[in-house]
Structure formats: structure tokens, C-alpha cells
């Protein structure tokens, strides 16, 4: 399974944008890479998904380049309320299910 | 929008109890999963459950862990024996597909004393 690696900490101002990089150096050809929201005393929450270029929801944007050794998260103007630890993971289905190895995360606080 | 449910939210347990914590998975999801959390550290994978069967465990899941899906809708996290170590949030996830969208609960608390 690819190691993660991230910040440990990021601190932003409301109304800024945020992007959170994730290193995965030994990605392997069947991985997704997965971004989930935690917040204290709660359990993660999937935020966004890709396999290469560039995916966008209503929360997030996730871009990831051509060797997918990395990937970022851009946040867009964030708000007090998305203080919380931000984990990248790289998913890979093994015997029909995935098996997600969360690292240690991004601590992200948002500051007035 | 369905959710899955974890009860209690708390347990306290004295050191060698057995206890057992549940889950309740979203309708017509397939796949299970237990993971941990100690306070302040990352959250691990325990153990993934598919088809009434115990697809993968990590080396977390020792002979002190066992899962069950004893009805249609239950998945429960049993710890024998338990230790102070085993103090954590376990959390329950569930996915519909073999996908990456894991959709978890908002875990147990488990003290040990």
C-alpha cells in the first residue's frame, strides 16, 4: 500500500483559498486517491475523490498530476467551520474491498 | 440522508471485560469496516468484512478481536479481554460497492480502566 505523506499543520484566514499537498511516491497503477474531513470527536467524512487531472465537487477541488506521486486539495475560501484534520489516503481494492491506511493528516485551523 | 449508527457512544470497561460494540450500516451497503482511533493519534484499520466473512485484518486484530453480522442489519466489534491500550474511538464504516467512499459512523468511545 503507498505511504502518505502531508503537513502536519496549516494555518489559513477565512475567506482564503487553502491547498493541502499530499506526496504518494509509490502509488500503484490501480489506486484511487481519497480525501476525508475529521472532526474532533466525529467520524472521517469522504470529501473528494480521483484518479488523475483534475476533480471537482461542490466542496473541493483535487488535483493530481500526471505521475500521480502527489496529489493537492484546494479548499475554496474557507470558513471558520472547516477547522479540522484533512487525511489523504491511497485506496487499493484488495479481494473485493478497500483497504484504507489512514497517515497522520493536516491539521488545517482556520483563523478570523 | 441514511447514516450508519454506532451505540453506545460510550463505554467505560474494566481491564479483562468482554465488550461488544455496534453497528448499524446503511441499508443495502455490503461492506463493512472497524477502525480505531487513539486519542490524539491516526485513525487504523481494523478489520474489513464482506460477504459474512472477514476479507482483511490488520495486525491490530488479534485473537482478542472478533466481528459478526448476527442479523440483517447488526455489525458488531467484540474485544474479549480487554487492556488499557484498547482505549480509542472505534468507528464503523460501510460502503455499498467495493468503492472508496467509506460512509462512518460517529464512533464508540471506549475507556478501560
Known amino acids: 500500500l503507498a505511504k502518505t505523506t502531508q503537513p502536519i499543520s496549516m494555518d489559513s484566514y477565512e475567506g482564503q483559498e487553502v491547498n493541502i499537498t499530499c506526496s504518494h511516491n509509490?502509488?500503484?497503477?490501480?489506486?484511487?486517491i481519497t480525501w476525508y474531513q475529521q472532526f474532533p470527536s466525529q467520524g472521517p467524512r469522504f470529501i473528494i475523490q480521483g484518479y488523475k487531472t483534475k476533480v471537482t465537487n461542490e466542496v473541493a477541488s483535487l488535483f493530481i498530476p500526471a505521475d500521480r506521486k502527489s496529489s493537492t486539495l484546494s479548499l475554496p475560501r474557507v470558513s471558520l467551520s472547516d477547522t479540522a484534520v484533512y487525511y489523504c489516503l491511497v485506496g487499493s481494492e484488495e479481494r473485493g474491498t478497500y483497504k484504507y491506511i489512514f497517515g497522520t493528516g493536516t491539521r488545517l485551523k482556520v483563523l478570523a | 440522508e441514511p447514516e450508519v449508527t454506532q451505540t453506545p457512544s460510550h463505554q467505560v470497561t474494566q481491564m479483562g471485560q468482554e465488550v461488544i460494540l455496534r453497528c448499524v450500516p446503511i441499508?443495502?451497503?455490503?461492506?463493512f469496516y472497524w477502525y480505531r482511533q487513539i486519542l490524539g493519534q491516526k485513525v487504523e484499520f481494523l478489520v474489513s468484512f464482506y460477504n459474512n466473512e472477514i476479507s482483511e485484518k490488520s495486525e491490530i486484530f488479534d485473537d482478542q478481536f472478533s466481528v459478526e453480522r448476527p442479523d440483517g442489519s447488526n455489525f458488531t466489534l467484540k474485544i474479549r479481554s480487554t487492556k488499557l491500550e484498547d482505549s480509542a474511538m472505534y468507528f464503523c464504516a460501510s460502503v455499498r460497492t467495493a468503492t472508496y467512499e467509506q460512509y462512518f459512523g460517529p464512533g464508540t468511545r471506549l475507556t478501560v480502566t
Open positions: 441499508s443495502n451497503h455490503l461492506y
Open positions: 509509490n502509488i500503484a497503477t490501480n489506486d484511487y
